[in-house]
């Protein structure tokens, strides 16, 4: 019997609120979310070379939260 993959809820939520961006370099096509409030410096991520950016969905939200004093 095959396994049934069901995404959480607060995945599909993220999903659903922060939109993917994509952009070509060289060859490639890097995938990339730009979330949050413009007012602080980025934080990259970088997600090993299986991964993709999704996996770092819930810092992203989370961090997005805070309020800068």
Excluded at 2 to 7: L, R, T
Excluded at 23 to 37: A, E, L, N, S, V
């Amino acid at each position: 019997m095959k396994a049934v993959f069901s995404p959480p809820g607060d995945y599909i939520h993220f999903k659903s609120q922060v939109p993917l961006h994509r952009i070509p370099i060289g060859t490639k096509q890097w995938r990339y979310y730009d979330f949050g409030p413009k007012v602080v410096p980025p934080l990259i991520c970088l997600p090993g070379t299986a991964g993709t950016a999704d996996v770092y969905y819930k810092q992203i939200m989370l961090l997005s939260m805070k309020v800068v004093c």
